[in-house]
């Protein structure tokens, strides 16, 4: 049975008890307990706060203290000490500085932690195997994410549907998207892509890649075609290999990916690779 949510009025604000919303804002529930409290009683001492909110007697001090810090409360330095609340619009101001603050730091910090966390970072043996699965909706997304982690090699091989181009533009774009962001970070890139009709897709993908053309740079990607047309494929850093699998039921549409962590699987890509590479025809515009 769904248990029901609790709703309280507080000075024209509907909070929800059972799903603290505040939470997500850095506010514990003692807090917001004591808080929301404040909103509705306008002055207590730390005696009837205590009471009022269900906050235990020996956490209403640290709790006080917290919310003080946080900009959600003043206290008056008398004897007992007496607490109000500031008013919701400029608590939450303080709350959401708070946040971006956060943000800015852990923004600065990241590169200094992820440079810490390559440190303990160990490469898959080459014999050993890890592969995962991407369904449905999920599919191009998970199959994207793993483009990103690209570091030294990149080598990439798609069909291009010659039927109904168009409804892949969307997905072409995203893929021109993350070579721009390889080649920002020298990653080289070769891209192939496997078609029937070598002029009509030269034409057609520059059409597709028109709002992004002038952000390519061309010097720093190798584009060949080739007429082989094989399952659309990515070898990752010579270690790490994406496929995209189509849907029987309709081919002009992938159903999943799946993404294999296995270094001698890469390898025989790479060479099949190569294979057609060196058969296939040069790009250029």
Wanted: hydrophobic content about 40%; proline content about 4%.
């Amino acid at each position: 049975m769904k248990k029901l949510k609790t709703v309280y009025l507080v000075k024209g604000m509907t909070t929800i008890q059972d799903e603290n919303i505040l939470e997500r804002y850095g506010l514990t529930t003692y807090e917001f307990a004591a808080y929301r409290t404040l909103l509705h009683r306008g002055a207590c001492d730390a005696k009837d706060l205590s009471e009022n909110s269900k906050v235990p007697t020996g956490r209403i001090y640290d709790v006080t203290a917290s919310l003080e810090s946080k900009g959600l409360i003043d206290i008056q330095d008398s004897r007992p000490k007496v607490y109000v609340p500031v008013d919701p619009s400029n608590a939450i101001k303080s709350l959401l500085e708070r946040k971006k603050e956060e943000l800015e730091t852990l923004t600065e910090q990241a590169l200094i932690v992820e440079d810490e966390l390559k440190k303990f970072h160990q490469k898959t043996p080459s014999e050993s195997l890890f592969w995962k699965i991407g369904i449905g909706p999920e599919t191009i997304g998970k199959f994207n994410d793993r483009l990103h982690e690209t570091q030294n090699c990149f080598l990439f091989y798609s069909e291009f549907f010659e039927t109904k181009p168009h409804m892949h533009s969307q997905e072409i774009l995203e893929e021109a998207e993350i070579f721009i962001d390889l080649q920002k970070r020298g990653v080289p890139l070769k891209i192939l892509i496997g078609t029937k009709d070598i002029s009509e897709t030269m034409q057609q993908m520059l059409e597709l890649l028109s709002p992004i053309l002038h952000r390519l740079d061309f010097d720093k990607m190798q584009i060949k075609f080739t007429e082989t047309i094989t399952v659309p494929f990515v070898v990752i850093d010579d270690e790490k290999v994406v496929l995209k699998i189509k849907n029987p039921a309709n081919l002009e549409e992938f159903f999943a990916s799946i993404y294999i962590w296995q270094r001698k699987f890469a390898t025989e890509l790479s060479a099949k690779f190569y294979e057609m590479w060196n058969q296939a025809k040069d790009f250029s515009l």
